[in-house]
T-cell receptor, first 113, second 109 residues
Framework: ETGVTQTPRHLVMGMTNKKSLKCEQH?????MYWYKQSAKKPLELMFV???????ENNSVPSRFSPECPNSSHLFLHLHTLQPEDSALYLC????????????FGEGSRLTVL | AQRVTQPEKLLSVFKGAPVELKCNYS??????LFWYVQYSRQRLQLLLR??SRESIKGFTADLNKGETSFHLKKPFAQEEDSAMYYC???????????FGSGTKLNVKP
């Protein structure tokens, strides 16, 4: 499979649950990103990884914990979330942090009850 | 602080009419500007970038540094152009991207 794949596509969780979002890219890219898309708000950059190293944390609350075990995989671990965290979480990749074109996944729709 | 503003949430035009999607930005340095598009049931994808100075699917965008704008234009809209369009800004070294809130373009037959 090519491109950027995100799983699960939909997730419903309670505030006390622990879950994870997964992103995988088959493009040979070295940079990966997490974005949050809330209704009526711009895409918000959350985290950037370049060659497995985190290079950007955009003041994201600690209840979101990213993990990048290799250049092809990116996780977002979720725990004790709030209802306002309900959103579409988009993963993206680029050749490297300085290439200038993002390739997006289809997103994981998260609902926090 | 950097900011990207797309003043129109929805833009409706008839097929064959010219279309202009507005984007204004604020940034203290020299940014690179992009337009991303999301067609129905498809993922967000790059449409064009300022540094390439190319026309994609008939769309062009000119960077106006004096007005800090990067408006997207097409002389004759087609129904297949209906989509969400996002303007994005990146510092010159591309280490992060800032997106506008998007404009939904609806091209009517």
């Amino acid at each position: 499979e090519t491109g950027v794949t995100q799983t699960p596509r939909h997730l419903v969780m309670g505030m006390t649950n622990k879950k994870s979002l997964k992103c995988e890219q088959h493009l040979g890219h070295n940079a990966m990103y997490w974005y949050k898309q809330s209704a009526k708000k711009p895409l918000e950059l959350m985290f950037v990884y370049n060659f497995k190293e985190q290079t950007e944390n955009n003041s994201v609350p600690s209840r979101f914990s990213p993990e990048c075990p290799n250049s092809s995989h990116l996780f977002l671990h979720l725990h004790t979330l709030q209802p306002e965290d309900s959103a579409l979480y988009l993963c993206a990749s680029s050749q490297d942090q300085y290439t200038g074109e993002l390739f997006f996944g289809e997103g994981s729709r998260l609902t926090v009850l | 602080a950097q900011r990207v503003t797309q003043p129109e949430k929805l833009l409706s035009v008839f097929k064959g009419a010219p279309v202009e999607l507005k984007c204004n930005y604020s940034y203290s340095g020299s940014p690179e500007l992009f337009w991303y598009v999301q067609y129905s049931r498809q993922r967000l994808q790059l449409l064009l970038r300022h540094i390439s100075r190319e026309s994609i699917k008939g769309f062009t965008a000119d960077l106006n540094k004096g007005e800090t704008s990067f408006h997207l234009k097409k002389p004759f809209a087609q129904e297949e152009d209906s989509a969400m369009y996002y303007c994005a800004l990146s510092p010159y070294n591309f280490n992060k991207f800032y997106f506008g809130s998007g404009t939904k373009l609806n091209v009517k037959p």
